[in-house]
């Protein structure tokens, strides 16, 4: 099979490798194709250069995962990466061509009263980058090609490990009511989840990414504490900053909405890390970490 991921960054590139691994042509396509996986072959382009990707593109290709990063948090960076970039890449592939995958995010569902929220939730995302989000999704959509969606969580994993940084320093601080939750999944089930999406022979059209557990933010911060035997937490911070606060790789998954994997699920997919517990864990033994050990050195 011969397989193009767009932005091939932190979670393309470990699609990248699984899927070279497995023995797929795979190409990387980066403005900058530098330190790809093995066996992955570079393209460069800029996605929003209709002329440079025309002439990038390889032929015949069975399937494409559009993975992008944008280059900050603004609007106009998000459009760039996500409306722009999509709609040019679009314009270039044949009809009906592979089947595109696209990584969005659970940003596109605006619910802030501790509600659960799956595939079929009202989509009226409550942030600028939220509603460009919900753009390139309808841009996708409307495109006429065979497509998925992939609404994925807040992801973590290895060299994303500022919130176990923020613990293990003494410097996070609970939140000040119940009711703060993380969406989160690890960054090898996202990998994993866009190659099963690729692969299912019959496939809906938007899914949820997020782990089996949407635990609420003090529970998380608890933990970590614990396993890593950290000075205790601090004060509760303000109401007013629980969207934000200083909690490194936290900020953006805190939420007061819970997002519901059942159609990924029912899909036939299997978390290797069905919650935070086990994912963190798995990054700390990883790195010799534990109560006194350098969990993030």
């Known amino acids: 099979m011969r397989r193009l991921i767009a932005g091939c960054g932190y979670l393309g590139s470990t699609l990248a490798a699984r899927w070279a691994a497995a023995g797929h042509v795979v190409f990387g396509l980066r403005r900058r194709p530098v330190g790809l996986p093995a066996g992955v072959r ?35 960076a998000y459009r760039r990466a996500y409306v ?17 995958v696209f990584a969005s995010s659970t940003s596109v569902y605006g619910q802030d009263d501790g509600s ?17 989000l919900l753009e390139a999704e309808a841009t996708l959509a409307g495109s006429g090609r065979p497509f998925s969606i992939l609404r994925l969580g807040g992801l973590y994993g290895p060299g994303r490990t500022g919130l176990l940084e923020t613990v293990r320093a003494g410097k996070a601080r609970l939140p000040d009511e119940a009711g ?20 299912l022979p019959d496939v809906d059209s938007v899914y949820i990414g997020a782990d089996d557990e949407p635990a609420e933010l003090r529970t998380v911060l608890a933990w970590m504490a614990n396993r890593l035997g950290a000075p205790g937490l601090g004060a509760p911070e303000p109401a007013a900053s629980a969207a934000g606060g200083p909690l490194g ?20 997919f299997r978390f290797q890390y069905p919650s935070f517990r086990e994912g963190y864990d798995a990054i700390l033994r990883a790195q010799g970490g534990g109560p006194g050990g350098c969990g993030v050195c």
């Open 249 to 268: 790789s936290g900020r953006g998954q805190r939420t007061r909405k819970r997002c519901r994997n059942r159609r990924l699920r029912a899909s036939g």
């Open 180 to 199: 703060v939750y993380t969406n989160r999944i690890h960054r090898d089930d996202a990998a994993r989840a866009l190659d099963h999406l690729v692969n």
């Open 84 to 100: 722009e970039g999509l709609a040019r890449l679009l314009d270039q592939l044949p009809e009906p061509g592979p089947r595109v």
């Open 116 to 132: 659960w929220v799956d595939e079929d939730s009202p989509t009226e995302p409550r942030s600028e980058t939220g509603r460009i």
């Open 42 to 76: 570079p393209l460069a382009a800029d996605l929003c250069d209709a002329a440079g990707l025309a002439a990038a593109l390889p032929p015949d290709l069975d399937a494409v995962v559009y993975a992008v990063a944008a280059d900050g948090r603004s609007p106009e």
